[in-house]
Each structure stands twice: as C-alpha cells, then as structure tokens.
C-alpha cells in the first residue's frame, strides 16, 4: 500500500507503519466505565454519555455508565453543567478504564454551560409549578430546594472536567 491515510470513525489519522506492504489492524475495544451522580437527586439515570465517534449510552438508575472507545466523552442532563473528559492519552496501550464518579452540578435550565440570573429566573419564574425543567431535584414539583441548589452553583461553568 501507497499513499494511503487511515482515519478512525471519529475522522482522527491513524498512524502506522505498514511491513512488506500490508497493515495489521487491530480492534480498539477500550472500555470505559464510570458513574454520573446529579447533584441533589437519588436516582442518577438519563444522563447521557457521548464517545468521539457518536456513539452513545445512558447511565443507569445508579449513574453507572459503560461505553466502548477512548478519546473525548461528553455527560450532559437536562437543568445540570454539562461535563467532559478526554482519554485519548490514557487509553492508548489500555484496553479499559475506571473514571469513578463525576458530580454534574445542578441549575443550568437554558444550556448554556453557565448557571446564572437567567437559570434563577426561570426557576423562579416555575416556582410551584410541575415544570420538569426547573425541577432541579426531581421530585415532581419546583421550590425552595430547586432554587437553593441552582443559587449555590451561581456562575459556576461548564464543561466540567474534575473527576473525583
């Protein structure tokens, strides 16, 4: 072979060196595992877990998650800072990895990766309503609580990186 470039799925160049003409591929089949928790609820799942290429997977009611691939993973909830991790150095001779727990935190109701006036407002704006979205801790209903825990992530910014 020739002139040829081998790219991943997620497009990334593969470097080889081909022997007598052939290239020897091998399977990435790095695992990942981890757990999500959202700050202020007992029950962890929906949280959703993106791989490089696309793939993705849900945490379970615990917030454990399993994905195959390394390179960057994104968690993202809705009402919660997204966060991100990239594993492209760490998973290179590794054929799985433990993150442990990353902790997103709650009250980014408008996504924009900032908790601020306009996430408050909106809660208060539901206050005592059924509104899903600014039902921070999910227990069916916004108030005092749901306010408290956006409050004291103020200017807090995503992604978040920090993994416990």
């Not at 809705?78 to 709650?106: C, F, I, N, V």
């Not at 408008?110 to 227990?139: E, H, V």
Request: aromatic share 6%; net charge negative.
């Amino acid at each position: 072979l020739q002139d040829v470039i081998l790219v991943d799925s997620g497009l990334q160049e593969i470097e080889f060196t081909p022997v007598d003409g052939a290239i020897e591929v091998i399977s990435d089949c790095a695992t990942v595992t981890g757990r999500v928790a959202l700050q202020g609820r007992d029950e962890h799942g929906g949280v959703t877990v993106t791989n490089s290429t696309g793939e993705q997977t849900r945490t379970t009611a615990d917030g454990a998650f399993s994905v195959t691939g390394g390179g960057l993973l994104k968690f993202e909830f809705p009402g919660y800072l997204s966060a991100q991790t990239d594993l492209r150095a760490g998973l290179e001779s590794a054929q799985s990895a433990t993150l442990g727990t990353m902790t997103l935190l709650a009250g980014d109701v408008n996504r924009d990766d900032l908790i601020n006036i306009l996430d408050l407002a909106y809660i208060a704006q539901n206050y005592r309503s059924t509104d899903p979205l600014a039902d921070l801790n999910g227990d069916g209903r916004v108030d005092i609580v749901d306010l408290a825990l956006a409050a004291g992530n103020y200017q807090q910014q995503g992604p978040l990186t920090a993994w416990q």
